[in-house]
């Protein structure tokens, strides 16, 4: 296995997520349910933030490898899936959110696995559309796991109505792009799966 910069950033993300979790585990004498918020949100963007830096790292110092291109995704999903089950426990998004995004995310990645094996991974490479529906569920997650009046100067931004409008402009792009992919996929699905 080989290990470098982007490797470890890649471990890194995969490690935080734990701590995530385990600040809402803390006893309130140990930490406000404010400072709760704070920290979860500030380990997670940190932790989203090692995802950009070990892609951009790896290319600029070719340090690519099929192992780190198969735990970058892993990670990145894991991170999302365990910030979303506790935004579902805190009451701060409806589980069909979760459920959407989540079982998207498994079915994509067996998918791509499956057009991999039959030489056609090219076809569910991913695309702007996924890229933009990462990009509004990696900035809603923060604003939901901070949830609260966040001062930008003169402005006040309320995360939890700003989180909870990404969310859901998220999950209607996660169905989206997943019925685009299964449209580019459906030649081979039928071909090779019987289907008439």
Not at 6 to 30: A, C, H, K, N
Not at 85 to 111: D, M, T
Request: glycine residues 6%; charged residues 15%; contains cysteine.
């Amino acid at each position: 296995m080989p290990f470098n910069i982007p490797i470890f950033l890649t471990w890194l993300r995969i490690v935080l997520i734990p701590l995530i979790v385990g600040v809402f585990y803390l006893p309130d004498i140990m930490m406000s349910p404010m400072h709760r918020n704070i920290a979860a949100t500030t380990i997670f963007v940190v932790a989203a933030l090692t995802d950009w830096f070990d892609g951009h790292l790896a290319r600029r110092w070719n340090q690519t490898s099929a192992f780190g291109a198969f735990l970058d995704p892993v990670a990145d999903k894991l991170m999302v899936t365990a910030a979303l089950l506790i935004l579902v426990q805190l009451a701060r998004i409806e589980s069909a959110i979760a459920l959407v995004i989540v079982g998207r995310e498994i079915a994509i990645s067996a998918l791509r696995e499956w057009m991999a094996q039959i030489g056609a991974s090219k076809s569910v490479a991913v695309n702007q559309l996924g890229k933009f529906k990462t990009a509004c569920q990696m900035v809603a997650i923060p604003m939901l796991l901070y949830y609260g009046p966040l001062p930008l100067g003169a402005f006040v931004m309320d995360t939890r109505v700003w989180g909870l409008w990404l969310i859901y402009l998220a999950t209607v792009l996660t169905i989206w792009s997943m019925l685009y992919y299964m449209k580019l996929a459906w030649p081979q699905i039928r071909e090779r799966g019987g289907i008439l």
